[in-house]
């Protein structure tokens, strides 16, 4: 079936560095992506919807300018947190949306733990 | 109002009990619904999607209602595999919302 790959699992960094999260879509196309954000005994949030080629759209409350997502091709889109800090610590996912199987079919990376010390 | 709307749990059941989920979603024209099952510290996977009709999947069974926007789940003859968070997904304009999931624990 789909996978989605997404790298790297788990990263710690210093407060005030930037970290890059890779989604990759691995046997479809993938025109669109989500990121998510889930602290911990908490809910999915949706961060942000990237469309390959386009600008992200970002939900009410997340700083795009903090989270930069680019969706360069239709199999990768990239979560960069910049100068993050402690409270950046999280379990962020990615998922992507099948565009061949009707576009509402949704793939969930493994997601990746970032703590920031 | 939260798009989707779940009871938190947590669900302690023995095994072999028949347990039952509902989600309630705010937005009548979502198209379609989904099950996912998350387990501890991992990414949430798809368990079934939910049809108008209803849908079952082994012990599984899946219940839309349109007309009072909510969903089920029900779980039969629980196994302590069965253990883990249950997330209510509507899929509304090319968006996924999730409720915050229901947590079950299938005891021995």
């Known amino acids: 079936g789909a996978v989605v790959s997404q790298h790297p699992s788990r990263v710690i960094c210093k407060s005030g560095t930037s970290v890059k999260i890779e989604c990759r879509s691995l046997?479809?196309?993938?025109?669109?992506m989500f990121w998510y954000r889930q602290f911990p005994k908490k809910s999915l949030m949706l961060m942000a919807t990237?469309?390959?080629?386009?600008?992200?759209?970002?939900e009410q409350g997340v700083e795009k300018d903090k989270f930069l997502i680019n969706h360069a091709s239709l199999t990768l889109s990239t979560l960069t947190v910049t100068s993050a800090h402690p409270e950046d610590s999280s379990f962020y996912i990615c998922?992507?949306?099948?565009?061949?199987?009707?576009?509402?079919?949704?793939?969930f990376g493994e997601g990746s733990w970032l703590t920031v010390v | 109002r939260k798009e989707v709307e779940q009871d938190p749990g947590p669900f302690n059941v023995p095994e072999g009990a028949t347990v039952a989920f509902n989600c309630t979603y705010s937005?009548?024209?979502?198209?379609?619904f989904f099950w996912y099952r998350q387990d501890c510290r991992k990414e949430p996977k798809l368990l079934m999607s939910?049809?108008?009709s209803g849908n079952e999947d082994g012990r599984f069974t899946a219940q839309l209602n349109r007309a009072s926007q909510y969903i089920s789940l029900l779980i039969r003859d629980s196994k302590l595999s069965d253990s883990a968070t249950y997330l209510c997904?509507?899929?509304?304009?090319?968006?996924?919302?999730f409720g915050s999931g229901t947590k079950l624990n299938v005891k021995p």
């Open positions: 939910v049809y108008s």
């Open positions: 046997d479809f196309q993938a025109t669109t």
């Open positions: 937005n009548s024209a979502s198209q379609s």
């Open positions: 990237s469309n390959e080629g386009s600008k992200a759209t970002y």
């Open positions: 997904v509507a899929y509304n304009f090319n968006k996924f919302y």
């Open positions: 998922s992507a949306s099948d565009a061949g199987a009707g576009g509402n079919t949704i793939y």
